[in-house]
């Protein structure tokens, strides 16, 4: 029997992970990361815990509640605001993941001597006998795979980790939670980032660094003046509403220019790019990167995987090289490349070329 510790967030999912573990046969304790709420939202995060404490007491498992907000406010927050300021757009989610869920969460795991940590997440492990290496796999539902949040992960994270909804489908797992009377069995799960549940990133990121909010000009590619904006914040790389220019037909943010202030509008034909340079770059299995691979590759969470070649520089830089060209790849974004259902490597964008 097997000690596990289970992180909860309130919802299905990682409901069913604990029910299914437990029913396996292993020692389960649910535990809440208390993490920073921003303004009106700080009631609705707090207000989960008590939820998930009567989760745990209807699957008869102990609760335990870990206080990570100095964490949170330091770690996802921060550096979230800073890359918008710095022309980024970034994944809050997958440094969540990095720092406090496969970080802090697991190594608190570690030292209170259990043998793995839990998630919720769609998503498979799976232990390669001849190579000896665990491989980080796809979901068996396509529609709710969440590996691209998850490329991150290293072979002593992936070797302590346990992902039980991966070989489910979101149906199955409904179902399951319905047929143990479980609350959360119908709940509606979340699509926004949990600290900006009303989508409004510019506002979120507005009140937490005000100072660096400044107006600018919006040009075109030449440089030529079509208005002004009120801070890059309000801006990012592909998007066409609110612009506030109106030449007579539909423009694009092409690019943001963090030191000049500028955000650059130009046609759709400008959005699109080939290669992408990418900063912080990992893999699942190192021992088995080559200097040119085959993959497809994904720069969205929820856009779909392309050709591509993943290629290393002479300087141990990474860049990854689609087929054909791509809308709107964004610096701060990450990449993720695969081979069939395998997460290979990913990184994130410094720089689009091509």
Known sequence: MARVLVAMSGGVDSSVAALLLKQAGNQCVGVTMQLVPADGVEQQLHSQSPEIAAICEQLEIEHRSIDLRAEFLRDVIAPFVTAYTNAETPNPCITCNRC???????????????????????????????????????????????????????????????????????????????????????????????????????????????????????????????????????????????????????????????????????????????????????????????????????????SAEQPARLVMFDDGRWEVQFDQPQAALTPGQSVVCYQGDEVIAGGIIAEVRG
Request: charged share 25%; with cysteine; proline share 3%.
């Open 100 to 302: 406090l869920k496969f970080g802090f969460l697991l190594d608190y795991a570690m030292q209170e001597a259990f043998d793995a940590l839990a998630t919720g997440h769609y998503a498979r492990i799976v232990y390669d006998e001849a190579r000896k290496v665990y491989r980080l796999l796809k979901a068996k539902d396509t529609e709710k795979d969440q590996s691209y949040v998850l490329y991150q992960l290293g072979q002593s994270q992936l070797a302590k980790l346990r992902f039980p909804l991966g070989e489910l489908t979101k149906d199955q797992v409904r179902a399951t939670a319905s047929n143990a009377g479980l609350s959360v069995a119908a709940k509606k799960e979340s699509q926004d980032i949990c600290f900006i549940p009303d989508g409004d990133y510019s506002a979120f990121v507005r009140r937490f660094h005000t100072a660096a909010i400044e107006p600018g000009e919006i040009v075109d590619s030449q440089g030529n003046v079509l208005g002004y904006h009120q801070g890059i914040c309000d801006f990012t790389i592909g998007q066409r509403k609110g612009l506030g220019v109106a030449v007579g037909h539909p423009l694009f943010v092409t690019g943001i220019d963090a030191v000049s202030n500028r955000v650059i509008v130009g046609e759709h034909d400008e959005l699109l790019h080939q290669k992408a340079l990418l900063r912080d770059f990992h893999a699942v299995v190192p021992g088995e990167l080559e200097p040119v691979m085959i993959v497809s590759a994904k720069y969205r969470y929820r």
